[in-house]
């Protein structure tokens, strides 16, 4: 397990990542309310309606009434602010933090957002794809900050990050081991079926998706993988 806290890395095209804060507040904002509903049920009533069932999308099961609050497909992208509980929010938010503000300064404000929810796309179908007939909700920011982790690689792949190994080792590493490391981690337990309460093919998705977008999102001028741009 890694745990990133900084990387140090300066932004180069914007003043402030508004997105990558903006996404980070929603996602507190939704948590703090889902804390405060009124009931339990009630709270899983919120993610059984506004996360992604593959079930329900693919058709094969429906929602009881009242619980459908917006059309299945749209689970697809609202599931991606949800988060089961304090302990996943912080995780995610906590890479959102670090990784978010350089790949939204190598992209722009509005190609970021729109990368950050097709990246939670990718993760979300792929996970669908691999369990058609759940009926357990998909929710959270995993799939789409997965697809920010591969594209910080593809753009930093050296730059040296300050994180703890294991939850209290503490590091100093180039990304490409201390990321690198951790895909690695999300592969092996996808393909081992580690805990069934984590959606890992939803983490693969996300950074597969991330990878196949990074080169056509990031400004001509980001040189991938620490080559020199070329020169037209």
């Known amino acids: 397990m890694f745990v990133p806290l900084h990387d140090g890395v300066p932004l180069r095209f914007m003043r402030t ?4 804060y903006g996404l980070i507040g929603a ?10 509903w009124p009931s339990q049920e009630a709270e899983l009533a919120i993610m059984a309606g506004f996360g992604m069932i ?63 929810f097709l990246c939670g796309l990718g993760g979300s ?3 669908a794809g691999m ?9 959270g920011a995993s799939g789409a900050i997965s697809g920010v982790i591969a594209s910080y690689l593809m753009i930093y792949p ?5 994180g703890l190994a294991f939850n209290w080792i503490p590091i100093h590493i180039p990304a490409l081991y201390a990321l690198g490391g951790w895909v690695l981690l999300q592969a092996a337990a996808a393909l081992l079926g580690a805990d069934g309460n984590v959606g890992w093919w939803a983490h693969l998705g996300g950074l597969a998706t991330g990878a196949a977008l990074t080169p056509l999102f990031v400004h001509r001028s980001i040189a991938l993988f620490g080559r020199k741009p070329a020169r037209g």
């Open 17 to 20: 990542p508004y997105i990558t």
């Open 158 to 162: 050296q730059v040296r990050i300050w």
């Open 27 to 36: 996602c507190i904002a939704l948590q703090i309310a889902l804390q405060l």
């Open 54 to 116: 593959p079930s329900v999308l693919f058709g094969t099961a429906q929602l009881p009434e009242g619980l459908a609050h917006v059309p299945a497909w749209a689970t697809l992208f609202t599931n991606v602010l949800l988060h089961a509980n304090v302990a996943h929010l912080v995780g995610n938010m906590l890479f959102l933090w670090v990784f978010g503000d350089n790949v939204e300064d190598a992209m722009g404000h509005l190609r970021f957002l729109a990368f950050f």
């Open 125 to 127: 179908l792929f996970h």
């Open 131 to 139: 369990y058609p007939g759940s009926e357990q909700p998909l929710i």
